[in-house]
């Protein structure tokens, strides 16, 4: 069945510092992928998302690239702020409806 | 604005009652979810629903019921069977449930048993 794996936390990085957060898959055809951001006492929020091998998904500065060749979505971002801190989760489209998340990513960024 | 509720944010249960969450959509999406979210961990399914009156079980429906009268409407009952439902809990809604549609979460409720 579809999965996703993504690296474990936490993620503790310098403000301004280069971000990337890893996500492999496996699928049989072609899910959408997904990633969501969960800030604290919150619920999850859209991050970015790729619907075809070979799209980039981005947003405020985030962006993942859906490689079928090496079934991965790794998120990444050039210049981490302190707002970014959270926990962030990969994910794809399973079947009839459902969404498969993965354990999620705490990432922590440092003034 | 349109969005997702539920409600109470905060709910405590002695063990042994049935407990039921809120969760109301107005963003007229046929599809709706529940999540359970233990901590450092992901989501895990209990339910959905792809339309009104209809509802499937997710990966860990014991001890859950739901309903789904209404289209923005897919309350949570917790049941005295669930073994361990101290959890944050999450609804969400998508607009039909396809490949590539969106999920959209509500704030969550983070239930306690005492």
């Known amino acids: 069945g579809n999965s996703v794996t993504q690296m474990e936390g936490p993620v503790t990085l310098s403000e301004e510092a280069f971000l990337t957060i890893n996500c492999t898959y496996t699928?049989?055809?072609?899910?959408?992928l997904f990633w969501y951001v969960q800030y604290p006492g919150e619920g999850l929020q859209l991050l970015l998302k790729?619907?075809?091998?070979?799209d980039k998904g981005s947003n405020k500065g985030f962006e993942a690239t859906y490689r079928k060749e090496t079934t991965s979505f790794h998120l990444e971002k050039g210049s981490v702020q302190v707002s970014d801190s959270a926990v962030y989760f990969c994910?794809?489209?399973?079947?009839?409806?459902?969404?498969?998340f993965g354990s999620g990513t705490r990432l922590s960024i440092r003034p | 604005d349109g969005g997702i509720t539920q409600s109470p944010k905060y709910l405590f249960r002695k063990e042994g009652q049935n407990v039921t969450l809120s969760c109301e959509q107005n963003?007229?999406?046929?599809?709706m979810y529940w999540y359970r979210q233990d901590p450092g961990q992901g989501l895990r399914l209990i339910y959905y629903?792809?339309?009104?009156?209809?509802?499937q079980k997710g990966d860990i429906a014991e001890g859950y019921s739901v309903s789904r009268e209404k289209k923005e409407s897919f309350p949570l009952t917790v049941t005295s069977a669930q073994k361990n439902p101290t959890a944050f809990y999450l609804c969400?809604?998508?607009?039909?449930?396809?490949?590539?549609?969106?999920?959209?979460f509500g704030p969550g409720t983070r239930l306690t048993v005492l």
């Open positions: 969400a809604s998508s607009i039909g449930g396809g490949n590539g549609d969106t999920q959209y």
């Open positions: 699928a049989t055809g072609y899910p959408s």
């Open positions: 790729a619907t075809k091998a070979d």
């Open positions: 994910a794809l489209y399973s079947s009839a409806s459902k969404i498969i």
């Open positions: 963003l007229n999406h046929d599809a």
């Open positions: 629903s792809q339309i009104v009156n209809d509802f």
